[in-house]
T-cell receptor
Framework: DAGVTQSPTHLIKTRGQQVTLRCSPK?????VSWYQQALGQGPQFIFQ???????QRGNFPDRFSGHQFPNYSSELNVNALLLGDSALYLC????????????FGSGTQLSVL | DAKTTQPTSMDCAEGRAANLPCNHS???????VYWYRQIHSQGPQYIIH???NNETNEMASLIITEDRKSSTLILPHATLRDTAVYYC??????????????FGKGTKLSVIP
């Protein structure tokens, strides 16, 4: 049983560009959350998707957007990249009724130059 | 959600029990204590959670004080693979609702051979 898979594992972009990160949830899971983890810090919640809709959002600007597909996979899009967007982006999946027991992928390391 | 306080770092000898403390003095009655850990270059991994009774699973034990103002995560026989950052999170259980976990900086546990 595959866990949460994210692609790509590493990515290098320049300021002003746009990026799309992808996530496939653990089999049977219907909810996907995205987190940003800066170096030396704990993960910070970006948003959560369920039934193809954004259900909750953390303190992130509108440059961060997402999507969930009918097969529960998800994308995170970041527009107009800033140097400060350099971080590890983590996807977590769960069953809606399981509350806060999340399963995380290994993340996408984004570097903005 | 209540704030938590954890030591920045701890060492533990391999094979000995690792006891990781967490202070959550402002916890309210409907808030659970969750523990996650993050091994280097991986996403966080769920360990255990509890409300007021002590809990045990295949990974660890969670001891919550009677007044619920603090808790201890116990890894009974630490191995080198337990070296990781351990996060204590207090969260109101929301059922099929909020998945926004607030991670602090956690405790860096180093298991020494």
């Amino acid at each position: 049983d595959a866990g949460v898979t994210q692609s790509p594992t590493h990515l290098i972009k320049t300021r002003g560009q746009q990026v799309t990160l992808r996530c496939s949830p653990k089999s049977g899971h219907d909810t996907v959350s995205w987190y940003q983890q800066a170096l030396g810090q704990g993960p910070q919640f970006i948003f959560q998707y369920y039934e193809e809709e954004e259900r909750q959002r953390g303190n992130f600007p509108d440059r961060f957007s997402g999507h969930q597909f009918p097969n529960y996979s998800s994308e995170l899009n970041v527009n107009a990249l800033l140097l400060g967007d350099s971080a590890l982006y983590l996807c977590a999946s769960s069953l809606r009724e399981s509350g806060e027991k999340l399963f995380f992928g290994s993340g996408t390391q984004l570097s903005v130059l | 959600d209540a704030k938590t306080t954890q030591p920045t770092s701890m060492d533990c000898a391999e094979g000995r029990a690792a006891n990781l403390p967490c202070n959550h003095s402002t916890i309210s009655g409907n808030e659970y204590v969750y523990w996650y850990r993050q091994i280097h270059s991986q996403g966080p991994q769920y360990i255990i959670h509890g409300l007021k009774n002590n809990e045990t699973n295949e990974m660890a034990s969670l001891i919550i004080t009677e007044d619920r103002k603090s808790s201890t995560l116990i890894l009974p026989h630490a191995t080198l693979r337990d070296t990781a950052v351990y996060y204590c999170i207090v969260k109101r259980y929301s059922g099929a609702g909020s998945y926004q976990l607030t991670f602090g900086k956690g405790t860096k546990l180093s298991v020494i051979p």
